[in-house]
């Protein structure tokens, strides 16, 4: 059985950077896509970034377009979200999830993935 553990939150000014990792441990995951997700209380869990199983494919939200990156490196069994210019309505709870099915470029769903972290908040302050 994965387990998957973000890591990297915390507080930043507007305008600021942080760099999350989602570690997996108990197999390896790279046969899956990888994708991060964000959620703020009273609202739906949504699609930030997603990378396919090989890292050649990424996928982002309209509203962090060019200013995150999704990177992963398979043989630290690990993905990364780099987010720059931060903006005061990135706040949320930051979660990372593998694919259902391996071998896939992954998706912009909730339902596209079955394993998910705790989560790592991020809070950007104006």
């Known amino acids: 059985q994965v387990q998957l553990v973000e890591s990297g939150g915390g507080t930043v000014q507007a305008g600021g950077s942080l760099r999350l990792s989602c570690a997996a441990s108990g197999r390896t995951v790279s046969m899956f896509a990888m994708g991060w997700f964000r959620q703020v209380p009273g609202k739906e869990r949504e699609f930030v970034a997603g990378?396919?199983?090989?890292?050649?494919?990424?996928s982002y939200a309209d509203s962090v377009k060019g200013r995150f990156s999704i990177s992963r490196v398979s043989a630290k069994n690990t993905a990364y979200l780099q987010m720059n210019s931060l903006k005061p309505e990135d706040t949320a709870l930051y979660y990372c999830?593998?694919?259902?099915?391996?071998?896939?470029?992954?998706?912009?769903?909730?339902?596209?993935?079955?394993?998910w972290g705790q989560g790592t908040p991020v809070t950007v302050s104006s």
């Open positions: 990378i396919s199983y090989n890292g050649r494919t990424t």
């Open positions: 999830a593998h694919s259902r099915t391996p071998w896939t470029a992954g998706g912009s769903s909730r339902d596209d993935y079955g394993t």
